[in-house]
């Protein structure tokens, strides 16, 4: 079986550097804020162009930082995509928000604007919550349609916040994920584009003010002094350790980006006229966190290449407004039929930097050979 995302190769890759920084951590004992949180923080702020990184425990962390530091709670709506992974959609409920489910284009796998702006208006015509924001996810790794999104949050005074959890390092213009948001979010769990050996996340943000919120929520809601709490917060910082070792994988991030590009184009050439390939524009740059393919017959083709040896995930099985758990705030099966047609065909192939040609190649001709059979 080759590997669907080959953490040990690239470990194997960077060893001396990641073994150096992680006894740099261990001889100076500063495991909770050490010096690696702050060195890290600055150089990913560089790397996407943004004023603020804070780095947080998790993803999923981030973004109830980011929605606890705009008040919102309950009574409140917050739109997001229902084709996303479960976070997006479970911070919104720990802060007592409503979700408001909208559907994603069926190209590019992201919140339609068109549905977005329907139940905004749909949710101010009920009169019941207020909207008070958007949560755009970047699926496998393609920066959602920023400007667009922006007008509408700017019209409905909305607050918007980008889930870049998957697409840390794309581009959309000539800005990086990071940049194109009011807010963004990112995951270092393992398996992201840029991951650490455990769970990690960060804010990104240009505004001075909810940076600094986002620090002391992270520590428990401190003011200037250590136990001065001046706000709820959270005890979720990056820890030390992991910064270290981002600091060694950040070295090498953007060539990584690059294969990982190459491999796309490899994956597009090899297979665009077999199955339905992924959206390419000329605007945005993909950090290819997934290499998603869409097939009628799923989970025999899944079937079959495991059988040959080829992993292949399927991200996601359910959207979010069929899950057991947040049914209630959506309109129930045929409701978004964008997002439930995408669960039933989508199917995501190995990718990572520590491939070569030579596999790709070895997995589009067993694709090849199973499709369709
Ligand atoms: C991974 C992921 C998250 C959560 O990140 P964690 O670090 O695992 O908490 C949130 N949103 C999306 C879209 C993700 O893919």
């Known amino acids: 079986m080759i590997p669907f995302v080959d953490l040990k190769a690239q470990y194997a890759h960077l060893k001396t550097e990641i073994d150096d920084r992680i006894s740099k951590v261990l001889a100076h004992g500063q495991f909770i804020l050490g010096p690696e949180v702050t060195e890290f923080e600055q150089a990913l702020a560089s790397f996407t162009g943004v004023e603020h ?4 425990a998790s993803g999923t962390d981030a973004l109830q930082i980011a929605l606890m530091a705009e008040g919102i709670g309950k009574g409140d709506a917050v739109f ?6 479960t976070a997006t959609a479970e911070v919104v409920l720990i802060s007592g928000a409503e979700p408001v489910f909208c559907e994603v284009g069926c190209r590019d796998f992201n919140i339609d604007v068109e549905d977005l702006k329907h139940k905004i208006e749909r949710v101010i015509d009920e009169g019941r919550l207020t909207p008070r924001a958007v949560i755009a996810v970047d699926l496998f790794g393609l920066p959602a349609d920023y400007s667009a999104l922006e007008k509408v949050s700017e019209h409905h005074d909305l607050f918007l916040v980008g889930d870049g959890a998957q697409s840390l390092g794309a581009r959309r213009g000539d800005k990086r994920v990071g940049a194109l948001a009011p ?16 769970d990690g996340g960060a804010l990104l943000t240009d505004d001075d003010e909810r940076a600094a919120h986002y620090k002391s929520i992270r520590a428990h809601g401190k003011g200037e002094a250590k136990y001065d709490i001046v706000r709820t917060g959270l005890n979720s910082r990056l820890d030390t350790l992991q910064a270290a070792i981002l600091l060694a994988k950040l070295t090498v991030f953007e060539e990584e980006l690059e294969v990982r590009r190459r491999l796309a184009d490899q994956y597009d050439d090899r297979l665009n006229d077999l199955v339905q390939t992924p959206l390419r524009d000329n605007t945005s740059k993909s950090a290819w966190a997934q290499y998603a393919i869409l097939l009628d017959d799923r989970d025999t083709v899944a079937a079959r290449l495991k059988e040959k040896g080829i ?37 995501c192939l190995p990718m990572h930097a520590y491939m070569d040609d030579a596999i790709v190649e070895r997995i589009c001709n067993t694709v090849r050979g199973v499709v369709g059979v």
């Open 183 to 198: 807010a963004t979010i990112t995951s270092f769990f393992p398996a992201k584009p840029l991951g650490c050996y455990g």
């Open 80 to 85: 997001l995509p229902s084709f996303t992974f």
């Open 311 to 347: 992993p292949t995930a399927v991200y996601y099985p359910k959207p979010m407004h069929l899950q057991p758990a947040y049914s209630r705030y959506g309109d129930g099966e045929g409701s978004l039929l964008v997002s439930e047609d995408l669960s039933r065909r989508i199917l």
């Open 53 to 56: 990184v804070i780095g947080v």
